[in-house]
Nanobody, 112 residues
Framework: QVQLVESGGGLVQPGGSLRLSCAASGFTFSSYGMSWYRQAPGKERELVAFISNGGGDTRYADSVKGRFTISRDNAKNTVYLQMNSLKPEDTAVYFC?????WGQGTQVTVSS
């Protein structure tokens, strides 16, 4: 079955950086676009970034454009989210997504 396992979250100061990883298994990874979503307390889950199956097409939420970069390594069945210039409002649980499948999430907290 499809498994998505996120890692790399943690506590970081404003202006800092984190790199999230999502290890995928149970499907042909290189055939699917992948997404990162996030959900802050009391808010709806929102799309952060998308990458096409080959990596040639990427899209971002306006709130993270220029700060976050999504990438993938199809040889390692892994998708990444590089997050720079982090802000307190980026605090959320970040989820990896492929269609109807979700990982367990990884907590990102931006605070001084």
């Amino acid at each position: 079955q499809v498994q998505l396992v996120e890692s790399g979250g943690g506590l970081v100061q404003p202006g800092g950086s984190l790199r999230l990883s999502c290890a995928a298994s149970g499907f042909t990874f290189s055939s699917y676009g992948m997404s990162w979503y996030r959900q802050a307390p009391g808010k709806e889950r929102e799309l952060v970034a998308f990458i096409s199956n080959g990596g040639g097409d990427t899209r971002y939420a306006d709130s993270v454009k220029g700060r976050f970069t999504i990438s993938r390594d199809n040889a390692k069945n892994t998708v990444y989210l590089q997050m720079n210039s982090l802000k307190p409002e980026d605090t959320a649980v970040y989820f990896c997504n492929r269609r109807n499948s979700w990982g367990q999430g990884t907590q990102v907290t931006v605070s001084s």
